[in-house]
């Protein structure tokens, strides 16, 4: 996920979504018709500070959670800001139950440190304190009560123990501490999708389709988790010598694009390494492909319209690892390379048929292993 970067926080970029002023927009209209005949102004103002200022709790919050896991040593990328919240990307997420922990509350906490602070500042001046969150009745004076009310609704919210809230983190980190890591999981999965049908059916009852919608977000949040635990456990240790296709078809940079539309009519291979003189020179994906033949001509050469930047992977990469690569680059194939030397595609269906394979006799794993 990409966005327009804002500023850079010890290397973490924090980046806006292209769709995020929409959350502006949103909220300046939901406030300049609040409870006012017309449309005000001073509402819509109103409207986008409070909303800008909530959104530097959640980068706040984003930040808690990225700079704990810097500090064990785990890299993040970036923190991306979306209508309805912020997510940091990382390169891999840390498994010790202790530091997941610790990773995980970081976020929750820093918003009752904000809440803390806005209470003792706001009782030193004098001021109104008692969090509000009564958005039909808000304005400029509540800013300080409601920003207190948000940051402890975000804490508290981001506690539902269910993936992906860090909450479903915090227990499956707790579950770890008493019994294995998978286990774990399946029964944090559970708990979350749990409460995530009893959500969705008080929604239902009560006719508030927002707990409806988080209802789906958590259901389909824990599955994701539960389902990528289980790919990882069954492809660890496998490498990549063991599932890749070494007589890939490849193409010469001056074949037509044509020709690939040919190759996979034939062979149903939909992406292709391309080779001059046995020397990888590019990637040219079925994306790629469709793009070329919609805005130019057939007979466009493989070199123009191929791409020239894309991740390799080695021999003995780990295959869990090259999906999550592959995942990550947005590609269906990634080429296999020993050195320089070119020596086959790694596909999304080779990954998927070992998977598969061993999904149903994972008896298969211990030869496979051996290998
Ligand atoms: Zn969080």
Request: net charge neutral.
């Amino acid at each position: 996920m990409s966005g327009v970067k804002l500023f850079t926080v010890r290397g973490i970029a924090v980046k806006m979504h292209v769709t995020f002023p929409l959350i502006l927009v949103w909220a300046a209209v939901q406030f300049g018709y609040l409870n006012q005949r017309g449309f005000s102004l001073s509402g819509a103002a109103f409207g986008i500070v409070i909303t800008l200022l909530l959104f530097i709790c959640v980068v706040i919050h984003e930040l808690a959670h990225s700079l704990t896991a810097t500090a064990m040593g785990f890299p993040v990328r970036d923190i991306v800001l979306l209508p309805l919240g912020g997510i940091a990307q990382m390169e891999r997420m840390p498994e010790r139950p202790g530091q997941e922990f610790l990773m995980a509350i970081a976020g929750p906490l820093s918003n009752v440190v904000i809440a803390v602070l806005l209470v003792v500042g706001g009782l030193l001046f004098g001021l109104d304190v008692r969090p509000r969150m009564d958005l039909a009745r808000l304005g400029w004076k509540d800013t300080l009560p409601y920003l207190i009310a948000t940051n402890l609704g975000l804490a508290v919210f981001n506690l539902i123990p269910a993936f992906p809230m860090d909450g479903g983190r915090v227990l499956r980190a707790l579950l770890a501490t008493v019994m294995p890591h998978a286990r774990a999981t399946a029964l944090a999965v559970s708990v979350g999708q749990g409460l995530a049908w009893m959500l969705g059916l008080m929604g239902l009852l009560s006719g508030n389709f927002l707990w409806i919608l988080i209802a789906f977000f958590v259901y389909a949040g824990a599955a994701q988790e539960g389902q990528l635990i289980h790919v990882k456990n069954v492809l660890q240790g496998l490498r990549v010598r063991q599932a890749f296709s070494r007589h890939a078809l490849s193409l010469s940079p001056d074949d037509p694009v044509s020709r690939a539309t040919d190759l996979t009519l034939e062979s149903f291979q939909a992406d292709f390494p391309v080779c001059d003189a046995e020397q990888l020179v590019g990637l040219l994906t079925h994306t790629d492909v469709l793009r070329a033949l919609k805005q130019r001509r057939p007979d466009t050469p493989v070199r123009e319209v191929m791409r020239t930047k894309f991740p390799t992977i080695g021999l003995d990469d780990g295959l869990f690892e090259a999906h999550r690569q592959m995942t990550e680059a947005g590609l269906d194939a990634l080429p296999v390379m020993e050195g320089e030397q070119f020596l086959g595609l790694l596909t999304r269906r080779d990954v998927n048929e070992v998977y598969q394979l061993l999904s149903v006799s994972p008896e298969l794993l211990t030869q496979r292993r051996g290998v």
